[in-house]
């Protein structure tokens, strides 16, 4: 029995966005010059595993790179969410983060930190600002 797995279907679609031209989402990957490199269906479940639940989906930690070993992931919305390459990101002391994870560490909103981006303000000079002298545990 073929059963469709939510593992194999997730297998299909990224594979599909990578290699077929009609697929709809192929620009947003094929497109633009990312790869599928798992070799098969196995391959791919010999580096990735199981789902964790049925919040998580496939996302690529990089995500300029291929689908390939080391650069995939089962991810929440969230963490695809704070993934993506139309976040702007900030490094301050030594980490990168983008707006809305820098707000959450802040206990701000992320409109705070980017009125003072828009304002002018350099990442450093932002977040200094709205996290005053409070120590920064990272």
């Given amino acids: 029995m073929n059963q469709r797995t939510p593992e194999k279907q997730a297998y299909l679609d990224a ?13 947003s990957y094929g497109g633009r010059g990312i790869e599928f490199k798992y070799s098969s269906f196995e391959a791919f479940m010999a580096d990735m595993g199981p789902r964790p639940s049925k919040l998580h ?4 930690i990089d995500v300029n790179g291929h689908y390939e070993p080391g650069n995939c992931r089962w ?8 993934n993506r390459r139309t976040n ?15 707000a959450g560490f802040c206990r701000k909103t992320a409109e705070a930190i980017r009125n003072k981006l828009r304002n002018g303000a350099t990442a ?10 409070a ?3 990272m």
Avoid: V
Wanted: hydrophobic share 30%; proline share 2%.
């Fill in 88 to 102: 702007r990101l900030l490094t301050f002391a030594g980490q990168t983060k983008n707006i809305s994870a820098w």
């Fill in 135 to 137: 120590q920064m545990t």
């Fill in 15 to 27: 594979r599909r966005r990578c290699i077929n031209p009609r697929c709809q989402r192929y620009e």
């Fill in 124 to 133: 450093e000079t932002a977040l200094t600002s709205i996290l005053g002298n």
């Fill in 75 to 82: 991810a929440t919305m969230r963490e695809q969410t704070n």
């Fill in 57 to 60: 989906s496939l996302d690529r």
